[in-house]
């Protein structure tokens, strides 16, 4: 029985170290698991660029780009009253600095319109070194985080190195890596040696059952003596005094002290980027062949420019795909999920000036399983939405269609 | 059922009995210890959470209002065993004293080293001086009704101002991105937290500063009278397990 029990133990720690073997940091951090209909008709990113990927402790970093509220906004999510434009970081590795919406700084949550077109910039600073997957993304309320393109960033340097220093209104420059610690420590030590003089003082003497006998024997009066009740005394009167001349004496000490601040920051979306009017694009229908991986669709196109455009890119859920004749126009960022030769046009020629073509257009690559994209056809609202881009090659002009259809899937 | 000890046939315990006995006293304060940190604590990070948890949840509305409403709820309940079986008035402290020990180590092992928050964004708050007070109330008073009344009031009424001395200073003001923010708000914008967006906080919420703007009296007042309805509710929660039932002869 005894061999048998330790053959058994060592048969689980093999396989336990094997497991061990095989461990593998996390790359991710969910960006698929939100519905495919959310990431797609909710924030539509493009032209997302960080300023470098390798940098040191202390240096700062910044990340810009451009976002589109959907106009198809999924019913079943919340409107954006309240978003928050933040970072998905392993822990604060990197701090945020600064912050911008349209060129203007918000530290809070802010509101956004359905419909508008927004530019956002972030500065971050590093604090711990590391290689980490980054993405900038949008929290929204009741509705869950919709990422941004993901890049990783390397830190190198010393830990120790980073410092974060701020000037406060009245002029005091403070470490925030340390501020208020040891004043927080002083007191937590402070009301803990109280309390623990207190706790001393009953357990120093036999505690459970002696005292439970003396109380059942009716020896009430002896359990607490007159010793007890002067230092009780002392202490009701003592602790709320000390209590009550510390808050006043900090009171003092802070006479600027201010509430948390809780307001909704409020920041109108820039002229419309996206559905601007000069090229108009409407989707009448959209397919998606399973077998094939390729999402058809069939779009009517309205050039009321002075030059002849093409369809460049077709954009969702970070997911570019690229018509291979154009890919020199593409603004993104090529190392992340990009499908080079992954938009096909039924009519590649220019659609001219004045004119209006219904054409098929199909985004076709692994992209829609491997980022879980197709599982749209599976959900209650099965609709799809993204940016659609077209260029004019005779003035560089690049104009964005904000496209969005009911999904029809085709199983064969 | 309990055990009925007359006050003529009781004999204190001594020699091997009384070695025993304390023995079983350390036996059980290592377990309660334990016991304490562990269900205290999930219980206040379940209740009260981010309000504790981050120097930028600390408002002047809802911190003073929840923390002591469901901080007054291990005390009372270990209160009533500690005070009615045994006449120990030290419940209250104990409770708390256990909740800050499990609460530091959560601090600086799981925000500070695994998650990389700097301690001070991570401060606890101390609700020592109100249990401090409630323990002494319940020992000078031996009533149920004084000690919820003015004991709960009180645990509720001094939290404010006893964690003022560790928090007031980060509400100084900062200017920050075209704007005013407290040193609090400052960490919360700086230090990323990937799941806590800034409209989660839920502060500043509500209409308690009526009167004249006093948010925090208010707060404290409200939290005192709710204080009072908790307290007793959990006395007699631990009532409820303080059975002798099955104790026939001690």
Redesign the interface.
């Known amino acids: 029985m005894k061999q048998l029990l330790i053959k058994c133990m060592v048969s689980l720690g093999f396989i336990l170290s094997l497991y061990t073997l095989n461990i593998a940091t996390v790359m991710a951090h969910g960006e698929k698991a939100l519905e495919p209909f959310i990431r797609m008709r909710t924030i539509q990113w493009y032209d997302v660029q960080w300023d470098k990927q390798k940098f040191n402790v202390n240096e700062e970093v910044s990340v810009s780009g451009k976002f589109h509220v959907a106009e198809d906004w999924p019913v079943s999510v919340p409107k954006p009253e309240a978003a928050f434009l933040n970072i998905s970081t392993p822990g604060p590795v990197l701090i945020r600095t600064e912050r911008y919406l349209n060129g203007k700084p918000f530290m809070n949550s802010v509101a956004l319109q359905p419909g508008g077109d927004y530019n956002f910039k972030i500065v971050l600073k590093g604090r711990l070194p590391g290689r980490y997957h980054i993405h900038p993304f949008f929290n929204l309320k009741d509705a869950g985080q919709v990422m941004g393109p993901g890049v990783w960033l390397e830190i190198t340097g010393s830990p120790s190195d980073f410092f974060n220093e701020v000037k406060t209104i009245n002029g005091e420059v403070i470490d925030m890596e340390t501020y208020g610690l040891g004043n927080g420590i002083f007191w937590h030590l402070f009301w803990g040696l109280l309390a623990t003089a207190w706790l001393l003082w009953w357990l120093r003497r036999p505690l459970f059952i002696p005292r439970y006998r003396m109380l059942e024997a009716g020896l009430e009066d002896e359990l607490i003596t007159s010793h007890d009740r002067l230092i009780a005394k002392a202490m009701l009167v003592g602790v709320p005094l000390l209590v009550l001349a510390v808050n006043a004496m900090t009171i003092s000490e802070y006479p600027n002290a201010i509430p948390l601040q809780a307001s909704l920051d409020q920041i109108l979306p820039l002229s419309a980027q996206v559905n601007a009017g000069v090229v108009d694009v409407e989707t009448l229908k959209a397919e998606y062949r399973i077998p094939e991986r390729s999402m058809e669709f069939t779009v009517k196109v309205n050039n009321r420019s002075e030059n002849p455009v093409q369809i460049g890119e077709f954009s969702t859920a970070n997911v570019h795909f690229l018509n291979k004749d154009l890919q020199a126009a593409y603004q993104g960022d090529s190392t992340t999920m990009t499908a080079f030769e992954g938009l096909s046009l039924e009519n590649p020629a220019p659609i001219q000036p004045g004119e209006q073509r219904t054409m098929t257009i199909t985004a076709r690559d692994g992209f829609w399983e491997s980022e879980k994209l197709n599982g749209l056809i599976r959900d209650a609202d099965s609709r799809i939405g993204g940016l659609l881009f077209l260029y004019d090659s005779v003035i560089g002009a690049r104009y964005i269609s904000s496209i969005t259809a009911a999904v029809i899937p085709k199983f064969n | 059922m ?6 003529r ?2 004999r ?2 001594t020699g091997e009995k ?1 070695r025993i ?2 023995a ?2 350390y036996l ?2 290592v377990l309660a210890l334990f016991l304490f940190i562990g269900s205290f604590h999930l219980h206040f990070a379940l209740t009260v959470g981010d309000w504790d948890f981050w120097v ?1 949840w ?3 509305q809802w911190w003073p209002l929840v923390t002591p409403l469901m901080g007054i709820t291990f005390p009372a309940a270990v209160q009533s065993v500690m005070w009615t ?6 419940g209250a ?2 409770c ?2 256990a909740l ?1 020990i499990g609460t ?1 180590i959560t601090r600086i092992f799981a925000y500070h080293y ?7 964004m991570v ?2 708050a ?1 609700m ?2 109100g ?3 409630l ?3 319940l ?2 008073s031996n009533s149920l009704t004084v000690t919820a009344v003015l004991g709960g009031a ?1 645990f509720a009424l ?1 939290f404010y ?2 964690n ?24 919360g ?6 799941g806590m ?5 839920i ?3 509500g209409t308690l500063r009526t009167y004249g703007q006093y ?1 925090a009296p208010l707060a404290a007042f409200c939290s005192a009278l709710l204080c009072i309805l908790m307290y007793t509710l959990w006395w007699f929660i631990g009532k409820w397990f303080a059975t002798v039932r099955y104790l026939n002869k ?1």
Not at chain 2, 114 to 119: D, R, T, V
Not at chain 2, 164 to 185: C, I, K, R
Not at chain 2, 189 to 194: A, G, H, L, N, V
């Open positions: 309990s055990v009925n000890i007359s006050n046939s009781f204190p315990y009384a006995t304390r079983y006293d059980i304060l930028d600390k408002d002047r079986k045994f006449r120990l008035p030290l402290t104990l708390v004293a800050l530091w695994w998650n990389y928050f700097p301690i001070n401060l606890p101390t020592l001086p249990a401090l007070v323990d002494a109330i020992m000078l009180s001094l101002p006893s003022w001395p560790l928090f007031g200073m980060f509400h100084v003001p900062v200017e920050y991105g075209n704007g005013q923010l407290t040193v609090a708000d400052l960490f914008f700086e230090y990323i937290r990937t967006p800034e409209y989660l906080r502060i500043e919420r948010a001690i």
